[in-house]
């Protein structure tokens, strides 16, 4: 075996359900010198991390912090410390990553209580409230906010509401919501959410922001049984990301990926956390308008509709594969497939972070007229 | 709250238990235009990273890939997924590590068998074929390689060929050793390593290579629990990982920080594996050579010490914490403190990939005179 050649890669433009397009100034940040976890100076960079992401959160919450690893970690971090096996959760499935609930919720050894809407649709209020009065014994309510397999927007308000009113914990799939669409921890009484660092943060991938309540910390400290995770047992992360004093090693934290998220957290809060939402919005308001113009059809109903993550029908007799192909080598641009019952049926457009912005939306308008014509 | 400053860190010199200094070449290639997780030009660059991977870990096995979290997830990814729970596990602990390999087996819901060893001393293998001979239903047989809390090399080779002759399968933290010291998968038939980006690989933290033989995949394939964490289950990764065809998506990879993992294996693959470990070798008798000359006691016997981690005896009213908070703010030089029974009367003095050069041990040996004086 020869050593491999340098590995340049093409700049893409990524409109996809993410990664999307990371800003230069995000990739510069995270290239500079590594430090120590456990450097004073690093010490201090964790702590402007967790008040930015406090600000992109609206939440006070002092357990609030990047686990060291991508979403699907983050959605184990907040089910396997919120959850001890035997309890009883419901769970609210209407695209792949409820579903991705259901199989975590299971694996710890806890009984799911599934509440199942049609893909494309939203998770009816009605059906949950039915559930959860159905059964005295559910710990927690779990959800998606921002399904990025459907692009649907569930109501988190309400539903966090509902969990409120039956005396359950919230746990909220925001992947794909932070930064995108309106979130408001504190004032919906949110008890746990994760994200992604590269969706409508625009960050590298491989982080997950999490937020944690006073009841889900509650909670958290008063298990009976320890968390399946050792690495993800927020009883243990804590001593290393908590406030004040020394902190404890637990494991060697990312550094050059928190160094490129608290750049990318420094955006959001110069642009604002409710301009940047509007910013989606007139994206979404471009590109629908550009796809309609096409004659191409949004899946989802206006109402429910995510500005961040626009699910197109394929029309018929049209390649999936080959359009998606041709966007890649003749625009550099990358378009999202269909997952699970969707998959060849619709395209996902990602309108996301650093990427959404007119210029990208007009020349993926221009590519998808090209490939289609 | 105002927007804070750009994060700036001062350029260190890294000689403490890892991270080790990342070369510019590594940041550089981190710092490139993101790619999708499932792009084709991206998929080319995995299977190019998991051939280096092989080569660095002396395998040929199929599934070897990055575990996308630290090492601590690379260790709950190898004993979860070969484990189940209510089986047995000869653990051995002579450190920090190795207490974390018995955490983790705990909260699997398997029995750890531990066998205790001092620290600062190797495992020793007369214990563990006792172990192994107590008992006639141990799965498996787990240990350190490179304990990074003592300095304590593992005889692997020996310990692995125990493990087959009692039929069980060998799981090898490999955390510190990989690309430092001799390290042969298939040669000693090693069922499972874990290793991280961020020691004698001089990646950026953040990444666990692995690796499993065809016994071990046998051994995945037919459990009869699922495995406890969807995120780490190796069923669903290889979909992601696996050689050929359609790849599946599981969790979205971190692209960039597997950029930096494949330049600093192509710096691995340039110098020579074993050209490597001699350049560690090297780097730890100029150490040592100095250190003695300042009347500085090594803790490790020379039989098994590890070149990469050069644990010191802190001399008797020596201040532990203000020479090192001196080395940081006068020479920009970190090494590690003492970690567990260590605390306090150790430091640790890494010799890890591309720090380990003489120019940064003159710098060391200087700084660490001068602190003393």
């Known amino acids: 075996m020869t050593t491999p050649s340098p590995f340049i890669p093409p700049e893409r433009t990524l409109m996809g359900p ?4 990371v800003s230069p100034r995000v990739l510069n940040a995270m290239a500079r010198p590594t430090l120590g976890h456990l450097d004073p100076l690093f010490i201090e960079l964790m702590d402007e991390t967790k008040s930015l992401l406090q600000y992109a959160f609206k939440t006070s919450n002092a357990l609030t912090m990047p686990v060291s690893a991508p979403g699907s970690a983050g959605m184990e971090a907040c089910l396997a410390n919120l959850i001890e096996p035997g309890e009883k959760v419901v769970v609210c499935v209407n695209g792949v990553f409820g579903s991705r609930m259901v199989e975590n919720v299971k694996r710890m050894g806890a009984e799911p209580v599934i509440v199942e809407d049609p893909w494309g ?8 409230e039915d559930a959860l009065k159905a059964h005295s014994d559910i710990v927690a309510l779990a959800f998606v906010h921002a399904e990025t397999s459907t692009g649907v927007r569930n109501d988190a308000q309400a539903l966090c509401k509902l969990a409120r009113q039956y005396q359950c914990l919230s746990i909220v799939d925001a992947v794909t919501s932070l930064g995108g669409i309106e979130l408001a921890v504190d004032e919906w009484e949110i008890d746990a959410v994760y994200s992604g660092s590269q969706k409508c943060l625009s960050c590298v991938p491989g982080l997950s922001p999490v937020t944690f309540s006073e009841r889900a910390v509650a909670k958290i400290q008063s298990r009976t049984t320890p968390v399946q995770s050792w690495f993800l047992d927020m009883n243990l992360i804590v001593g290393y990301w ?9 494991h ?3 550094v050059n990926s928190i160094y490129a998220l608290y750049e990318s957290l420094r955006m959001l809060k110069e642009e604002g956390l409710e301009a940047c939402w509007q910013r989606h919005e007139n994206g979404h308001q471009q590109l629908a308008e550009g796809l309609q113009a096409l004659g191409l059809e949004l899946a989802v109903a206006p109402e429910y509709r995510l500005p961040q ?8 007799g049209v390649d999936d594969t080959e359009v998606r192909r041709q966007l890649l080598k003749h625009s550099n641009l990358e378009i999202g497939a269909g997952l699970g019952e969707f998959a060849g049926k619709v395209w996902r457009i990602g309108l ?20 289609l014509s």
């Open 18 to 21: 993410g990664p999307s397009d």
């Open 252 to 254: 060697t934290a990312p």
């Open 309 to 316: 993550l626009n699910v197109v029908k394929i029309p018929d």
């Open 352 to 371: 996301m972070g650093y990427a959404c912005k007119p210029r990208n939306i007009d020349h993926c308008l221009a590519a998808l007229k090209r490939a």
């Open 242 to 250: 908590g406030k004040g004093g020394r902190r404890a090693y637990h």
């Open 121 to 128: 649709q939203q998770t009816s209020l009605q059906k949950v």
